[in-house]
């Protein structure tokens, strides 16, 4: 098959899809976007009981801050459990998560090109009273983070006095905002991992998320 031929197939094969373009819309006009009801109410449903049953085999440990290798706990700065997802040992929860963002993915390196190679993820539960302070998500020795991406599973009753809210501090008309997101179940939460500085409130009941960021080489 011909270059010309291979070009004209790959065009064939590419459909539009609206609901991505709008979060890339949103990601370029204000740098994060909240994409509600990116997952269904049964995806999440299985995502939140694997999490669950996940906590109760024990399989978390204690969130650090920095990178892998070099990961320090403190309580002072966050106080989530976390447990990373291995995409090759996933199980049928874990599956439905992994298809959609990697059809996410493939969509944004297509239309965007981007050039995201690999991606983290993982768990994260924060108990009752924790938080996680403002930081950024990046590293100093490491900028292979492109996007950060927060995928809630609480439960459908999720009210605001629940806290846990996300704040992100963006820039409008030379002033800086804090934006309060909100974790309600489904809602993904895409911003630019070495652009904005975030938080998370303290929690007044178990939240429940996965977190994880699109990198590149």
Not at 4 to 19: A, R, V
Not at 158 to 179: D, Q, R, S
Request: aromatic share 14%.
């Amino acid at each position: 098959m011909e270059n010309t031929d291979i070009q004209l197939f790959e065009q064939l094969e590419f459909k539009e899809n609206p609901y991505y373009e709008e979060i890339i819309a949103e990601l370029v006009d204000k740098q994060y976007c909240i994409a509600d009801n990116f997952f269904n109410a049964e995806e999440v449903a299985a995502l939140r009981d694997s999490l669950k049953q996940k906590f109760k085999e024990d399989e978390f440990k204690k969130a650090a801050i920095g990178s892998k290798v070099n990961e320090v706990i403190a309580k002072s700065v966050r106080g989530d459990f976390i447990l990373w997802l291995n995409e090759a040992e996933a199980g049928l929860a874990e599956n439905y998560f992994f298809n959609k963002i990697n059809s996410f993915v493939n969509y944004l390196n297509k239309t965007c090109f981007l050039g995201i190679l690999t991606k983290e993820f993982h768990y994260a539960l924060y108990p009752e009273g924790t938080f996680y302070k403002r930081h950024l998500d990046t590293f100093q020795n490491d900028g292979r983070r492109k996007l950060s991406l927060v995928c809630y599973l609480n439960d459908e009753d999720w009210k605001p006095e629940n806290g846990g809210e996300l704040v992100i501090y963006t820039e409008e008309n030379g002033k800086e905002v804090a934006k309060s997101i909100f974790p309600l179940p489904g809602r993904v939460v895409i911003f630019e991992s070495q652009v904005l500085e975030h938080e998370v409130k303290p929690v007044n009941t178990t939240r429940l998320s996965i977190t994880g960021w699109l990198k590149t080489r």
